[in-house]
């Protein structure tokens, strides 16, 4: 874990259980192909699928637990426990909390 | 107070009130139109998609006054990804053909997870339309110890919002009141905003004002998952509760089938011997009796079927189970739940695919069913019973592992692959993914409630009886006159079995056996298999006793039939029938053929078309026919055109 752990950012399929983040972006597959004016999340099928279970800008997710095959991933966000595939979650840019932040 | 915005319809006294019931999928809102309606339900389709429309009636807070509920697909937002999605949409705006538009809206959310609801509450009540608010869960909420203000909630979105307990019925009937004058409903002053950020900004400061207090985990769900989700116990209890789960539709069905067959011979000799001889009583004990025991033979493997898979979704296990699963199911393009299904279709397609509904994803539902017939079921255990023991030696391969026990279990695994493997095709192919990603929320562990448990599976089996249940009955009374009839002179020196052998040669069926011999003999199969292959289309098993009646064998069970077939010569040539290649590329059709109308009664139930099961047909058949010609070809090149003694 690196010290400076507040400002680096990572996708959340590369975050460990028990971990906290925030959700920096999620990144559509229209922004990739399509380039400039696809630039709003809710242009993008499928953030904006992630945008209607909660994962958008500033939601706070725990990382729970992976399948044992190593695939999907249940995450905790909005008080309720959601599973998702690193498909998806590759497109989830998150940003370390250092602890709960859980009001 | 506004009631200044009161849409059309609810003017009109004359027809009953729409409402319709929108929610995202685990918010409870099945667990509310139940206990709303009773089980007045009526179930069908969507036109045009495989996504299941569900209509009850229920009755209001005033008087005996009545309306119609409609319980929209699960969705988390307006905005749909799919055409399947687009249903609940369509039903909003009235464009959904023959589905009445609601003259108002009752909207479900989960009261733990009442933040990341409110966007999607704000969207739907600016559609325009009366609306309320249902929050579920709110025993659950209070257990987490959470809290929220629901007077605030109301004065916050500016309509009626109402909070409930659907499985213990609380809350319920103050619903019911609110039903009765939907005219009378609050509206917003102002509409939430349309773009999506600052609707998001707007729920969050609706959220902060009326959650008092965020519920934490649940703490018996933390608990039992770290074991049923642990790495290796998780994945030991996976495999525990699957092999249970198969075992029982098995085993426990074996006895209540065994007995509804013995019903059935009863009933149809007390038939026989009420009616005078003849074709009116052969066809009231051999048609219509045997038509009937047909369709209830099913019953018991459905209902139990129904009653493990209820009490495991509604227990909270489906999901979790669906986790375990969910990679090796992904390399094929489906998800978790398709396996449950998949396995039970070992037992028996029909309830297999009934299973299939709990597949969120309307084209994996689809992919599943297409492939549900490729697992090898019960019925096709007396075939290859019969075929192994009577021209498989009983050899020891390997220490206690004989031929015949592997041969049986080459042609599981066979099937199984080739499900698969077709699986991903469809996937690559045909029903390519509809761009959903892959979402599940996986509920806290819950006690199911009896009442509900009891009335799920009553539905089901009740649904299957009378939308099913129908086409097989039809199907049996057809196959028994093609069998039967025409009737033709019997020449009067043979005895009973040769003469009944006679009667099936000259029937329409063994006609059409004998006309289909020339397409069928590149299989090595001649017209008397062929006869037995169109009765087998009632069902598998009934090609062993179709095979007694042409070779005129008195049982089916002893020695005498496999004798007959080992012997069986071609009258012209003086060759063997059954030849080792004959007998491979047989088993091989039945791995692949969907010889069994029962299941493609059920496809045409569940998917709404006989697009579907006519392309199952199809293919299966092309399948089963290539397969069988490679096979019959393969042996027959390697020697196989006699048996080695």
């Known amino acids: 874990m690196p010290e400076t752990q507040s400002s680096e950012i990572r996708s959340l399929d590369q975050i460990p259980n028990g971990e906290f983040v925030e959700v920096v972006e999620v990144v559509g597959v229209m922004e990739v192909a399509e380039a400039a004016d696809a630039h709003t999340p809710g242009d993008d099928p499928i953030a904006r699928r992630l945008d209607d279970l909660g994962v958008r800008k500033g939601t706070q997710i725990e990382v729970i637990r992976r399948a044992p095959l190593g695939d999907p991933t249940i995450y905790e966000l909005c008080n309720y426990q959601l599973c998702l595939r690193r498909t998806e979650s590759a497109r989830i840019l998150v940003r370390l909390l250092a602890k709960p932040d859980r009001s | ?645």
């Open chain 2, 1 to 645: 107070m506004t009631s200044s915005a009161i849409p059309n319809g609810l003017s009109n006294s004359a027809s009953p009130l729409v409402f319709g019931l929108l929610g995202s999928p685990n918010a409870g809102k099945t667990t509310l139109f139940n206990a709303l309606t009773g089980l007045r339900a009526k179930v069908g389709n969507y036109p045009g998609v495989t996504v299941e429309r569900r209509e009850g009636e229920v009755s209001l807070g005033r008087g005996d006054s009545r309306a119609l509920l409609i319980d929209l697909p699960g969705t988390y937002g307006l905005t749909p990804i799919s055409a399947d999605e687009a249903v609940v949409n369509d039903v909003l705006s009235g464009s959904a053909v023959g589905v009445a538009r609601p003259d108002a809206l009752i909207l479900v959310a989960d009261a733990c997870s009442l933040s990341r609801s409110l966007p999607f509450i704000g969207q739907a009540i600016s559609l325009g339309m009366q609306t309320c608010v249902v929050l579920t869960m709110l025993d659950e909420l209070a257990a987490r110890g959470g809290s929220l203000d629901i007077q605030r909630l109301e004065a916050s979105l500016g309509v009626p919002v109402v909070g409930v307990v659907g499985h213990r019925g609380r809350g319920i009937d103050a619903l019911r009141q609110l039903l009765g004058d939907p005219a009378g409903w609050s509206r917003p002053a102002i509409d939430a905003p349309q773009d999506r950020a600052e609707r998001t900004g707007w729920a969050n400061s609706i959220a902060e004002n009326v959650i008092t207090q965020r519920p934490a985990r649940h703490q018996l769900t933390e608990r039992v998952d770290r074991v049923v989700l642990h790495p290796v116990w998780g994945s030991l209890l996976f495999l525990a509760v699957m092999v249970l789960f198969f075992q029982l539709i098995f085993t426990w069905a074996s006895p209540a089938m065994d007995a509804i067959d013995g019903l059935i011979t009863a009933l149809a000799s007390l038939a026989r011997d009420a009616l005078p001889a003849g074709w009116i009583a052969d066809l009231v004990a051999d048609g219509l009796v045997a038509g009937v025991g047909s369709v209830v033979i099913f019953l018991p493997q459905i209902i139990i079927l129904f009653a493990l898979l209820y009490l495991l979704e509604d227990l909270g296990y489906m999901a979790r189970a669906a986790f375990v699963v969910d990679r090796l199911m992904g390399r094929i393009g489906l998800e978790g739940r398709s396996f449950v299904a998949l396995l039970s279709s070992y037992a028996c397609a029909v309830p297999g695919i009934m299973a299939t509904r709990t597949i969120p994803s309307p084209r994996d539902r689809l992919v599943t069913i297409l492939v549900a017939p490729l697992m090898t079921c019960s019925a096709r255990l007396p075939v290859y019973a019969l075929l192994i023991s009577a021209f498989v030696p009983e050899r020891s391969v390997w220490g206690p592992i004989g031929l015949q026990g592997l041969i049986l279990l080459g042609l599981y695994v066979a099937g199984a692959v080739a499900a698969l493997i077709v699986a991903a095709l469809f996937k690559k192919t045909l029903i390519r993914g509809d761009g959903l990603p892959f979402t599940m929320e996986l509920p806290t562990y819950r006690w199911p409630t009896g009442r509900v448990w009891l009335s799920q599976v009553v539905g089901s089996a009740w649904a299957f009886i009378r939308r099913a249940g129908t086409i097989i009955l039809a199907a049996s009374i057809i196959l028994w006159v093609l069998l039967n009839f025409p009737k033709v002179e019997i020449p009067a020196h043979l005895d009973e079995s040769a003469a009944s052998a006679y009667a099936l040669e000259y029937s329409a069926a063994g006609r059409i056996g004998h006309a289909i011999e020339p397409a069928i003999a590149p299989l090595g199969f001649d017209w008397k298999i062929g006869v037995g292959l169109i009765a087998s289309l009632a069902a598998r098993e009934i090609l062993v006793a179709t095979l007694a009646q042409v070779y005129a064998t008195d049982g089916e069970e002893g020695e005498s039939l496999r004798e007959a077939l080992r012997n069986d010569r071609d009258p012209e040539t003086g060759n063997l029938v059954f030849t080792p290649a004959t007998v491979g590329a047989l088993l091989v059709f039945f791995v692949f053929a969907l010889q069994c109308t029962s299941t493609l009664a059920i496809m045409r139930r569940e998917t709404n078309s006989w697009r579907w099961p006519a392309f199952a047909f199809a293919y299966l058949f092309v399948l089963a026919y290539t397969a069988s010609f490679v096979t019959h070809r393969v042996i027959t090149a390697l020697g196989g055109t006699d048996w080695v003694s």
